[in-house]
């Protein structure tokens, strides 16, 4: 393996600066919601409880938003200057949803976030509180606008190639938009997403309640947390069984690498493996705890389905890429992506979500009124760790989607190596990779020290009690943001 190899180096940086900044999307759509609904209960019951609430998680959600402008802004650049090629294949369908998402999606979020920031002691309540929500649908919509564009690589739709077959042209900017791998992924990342956010609020309020601090406050939102990590664990679950289908449809090869399954199985034998112990490359199988019909009933609902192994995928796409397939033979590889990455990324994704779901319901029994013991010191701290659980999951997803999409970068029209700057030497990415990876490890420290003094310091009591319930008392909040 050449250490200088600019594909290589091309797809670690990527990689590294796609998951760095994915480590803040999650949180601010999901906290986002999270700070529209605090405001929403506070405006409908003027209890002062949820206006420090709002406060203190629209803190976390501004430091958070502002870091994932910063660390987004990259992503474009690496299109022109490490896949040139690709940008030149896919440019014509990639700028219409890219323009939405930043000329539309993402002005309408700020435009109406700042208004946000603001606006409390210029704007009436009802006003002040429809830009939160705005702000919000703005960042949903950036996500979708993200996700067609992701989609066309999983699934080209609306295109025609050009006459000298150089690049895909746009053809039906609705079919792109319609796709249906991001009416699948969408629903999914969004409630992978509140369950990052609903993650967070039930660890500050954890670090509170342990303390004997705020209780009044804190205990509702620790409920209102464990209760939106279980409902979106099962939106989750809902949204991951409809993506599933339509992976066996539009990339069974990712489906079958996700069981690393290497021949067609019918019915009982097309079953799940929960564990398993294999050869480093995951050619075989040496033990494993298997659900039998599961991996049937994921990929076709029926309990007598067929799934189609990687040899069968591999046999059908070399015959029907021939060219392809002897490039990748060539370099001792073929149309399979790394098995173990995409076998153990897919477990990884369900369970460290389960886990964190698991966690949730044990808590919403733990803290019930009418329970007889208190809270274990250890459970508080078990809440309080668990908080990176659902972001790891939403990490690892990513890393199966795009990991088991390969060796293509756009599925069944252009490959990876294909897509990499042709004039760009190793070394010059490698350079690039390591400052990238120095600034983010000091953009995290930042970020994590930020939220963590805002998580520690807690809500702030609001001065006049009476000024929770009118306009005017929202001038306490102009110095806090």
Not at 19 to 31: A, K, N, Q, R
Not at 122 to 131: D, P, Y
Request: glycine share 8%; aromatic share 14%; proline share 4%.
């Amino acid at each position: 393996m050449d250490l200088l190899d600019p594909e290589l180096l091309a797809r670690w940086q990527f990689g590294l600066t796609t998951l760095y900044h994915y480590l803040f999307v999650p949180l601010t759509i999901g906290m986002g919601l999270v700070v529209a609904i605090f405001q929403t209960t506070w405006v409908r019951t003027g209890n002062a409880k949820w206006l420090q609430l709002t406060r203190l998680f629209g803190k976390i959600f501004l430091i958070n938003f502002a870091m994932g402008v910063v660390t987004g802004i990259v992503q474009e650049f690496q299109f022109g200057m490490n896949w040139s090629a690709y940008s030149r294949f896919v440019g014509d369908i990639f700028g219409a949803p890219l323009a939405f998402e930043g000329l539309l999606a993402f002005f309408f979020e700020a435009t109406f976030l700042g208004l946000w920031i603001f606006g409390w002691d210029r704007l009436s309540k009802r006003v002040h509180l429809a830009t939160i929500w705005m702000a919000w649908i703005g960042a949903t919509l950036s996500a979708y606008f993200i996700l067609a564009a992701n989609a066309f690589m999983q699934n080209p739709v609306g295109y025609t190639m050009s006459e000298d077959g150089s690049r895909a042209e746009l053809t039906d900017f609705w079919a792109v938009l319609t796709n249906k791998v991001v009416l699948a992924t969408f629903p999914h990342t969004i409630f992978a997403a509140l369950m990052f956010a609903a993650a967070v609020v039930i660890a500050v309020a954890a670090w509170h309640l342990v303390r004997t601090q705020h209780v009044d406050v804190m205990r509702p939102a620790l409920r209102f947390g464990m209760w939106t990590m279980i409902i979106t664990f099962a939106g989750v679950a809902v949204a991951g069984d409809q993506l599933g289908l339509v992976m066996e449809q539009t990339q069974p090869m990712k489906m079958a690498a996700a069981e690393a399954m290497y021949d067609e199985e019918c019915g009982a034998d097309a079953s799940f493996s929960l564990f398993s112990i294999g050869t480093p490359d995951g050619s075989s199988e040496i033990w494993s705890l298997r659900v039998p019909y599961l991996l049937s009933f994921l990929s076709t609902h029926t309990l007598d389905g067929c799934v189609e192994g990687i040899n069968d995928l591999n046999a059908q796409y070399s015959e029907r890429w021939p060219d392809l397939a002897a490039q990748l033979s060539e370099q001792g590889g073929d149309f399979a992506p790394t098995i173990w990455v995409t076998y153990w990324s897919f477990r990884w994704m369900i369970g460290f979500g389960g886990i964190a779901t698991a966690i949730s319901v044990v808590g919403l029994w733990l803290t019930r009124r009418k329970a007889t013991r208190a809270v274990p010191r250890w459970f508080w701290r078990v809440l309080i760790w668990s908080a990176p659980l659902p972001l790891l999951g939403n990490l690892v997803g990513w890393v199966f989607t795009e990991m088991g999409r390969q060796p293509w970068i756009v599925f069944g029209l252009m490959l990876t190596q294909d897509g990499v700057s042709p004039n760009v030497p190793g070394w010059n990415v490698l350079i690039s990779l390591f400052a990238f990876t120095a600034i983010y490890a000091a953009l995290a420290v930042v970020e994590f020290g930020l939220i963590r003094k805002a998580a520690k310091k807690g809500p702030e009591p609001i001065p006049d009690p009476d000024a929770a319930s009118d306009d005017a008392g929202q001038n306490v909040l102009t110095t806090v943001y």
